[in-house]
């Protein structure tokens, strides 16, 4: 199931690529990834907590204690929701220095640029609360499950991809809006799904 995962999300990505470098240009498609890689950097706590949830949940269903299973979580959830809050106060702190000379942005674009940074902040703290549900799944070994939550996820991506192809004006924008959706739209199927099923 990861390996058709995989496969599956490296061509739809592949192809997502070249409609989005094609659609918004080299310019507007770099501006993203600049201001978007600046914040991408704190995807390895999401990895990293990921981790240690699950090696914590495996332990406690390894004993069968349903009680601990459910403390573990709802603890991990505490967490990742204080940690959400963090993210966003250094953030917005980061951006006074990022807008202000760190990163290098075309003249006319700092708008823009605001709006891409506002909602990739919007990403991170949907991707950051959904750590302990991802965990979960691990701890679950729920492999197809997981592997069918990776590829909507990419295949929302190229569906967003298209979007913009027929969009008129403020590509970008958009683009960023529809990414920062996304985020939402995982997250909201991650707490109302899963917090049934699991």
Request: net charge negative; proline share 1%.
């Amino acid at each position: 199931f990861l390996y058709v995962r995989t496969i599956v999300s490296l061509l739809v990505s592949v192809f997502t690529t070249r409609i989005l470098l094609g659609t918004l240009g080299a310019s507007d498609y770099g501006l993203y990834n600049v201001v978007g890689g600046s914040i991408a950097m704190l995807g390895f706590i999401s990895t990293s907590m990921s981790g240690v949830i699950q090696r914590y949940l495996s332990h406690a269903e390894g004993s069968g204690d349903e009680r601990r299973i459910q403390l573990i979580f709802n603890n991990a959830l505490i967490v990742h929701y204080i940690l959400a809050v963090v993210t966003i106060i250094l953030l917005g702190t980061a951006a006074l220095f990022f807008f202000n000379g760190v990163l290098n942005i075309p003249t006319g674009k700092e708008t823009e640029a605001a709006i891409i940074y506002g909602c990739m902040m919007a990403s991170t703290v949907f991707s950051i609360t959904i750590v302990p549900y991802d965990a979960e799944i691990n701890a679950h070994e729920n492999m197809l499950f997981y592997s069918i939550l990776g590829i909507i996820d990419v295949m929302l991506k190229l569906l967003i991809a298209i979007v913009i192809l027929y969009r008129d004006n403020e590509k970008l924008v958009f683009y960023a809006i529809l990414m920062a959706a996304e985020s939402f739209l995982l997250r909201f199927y991650y707490t109302t799904i899963l917090s049934e099923t699991l």
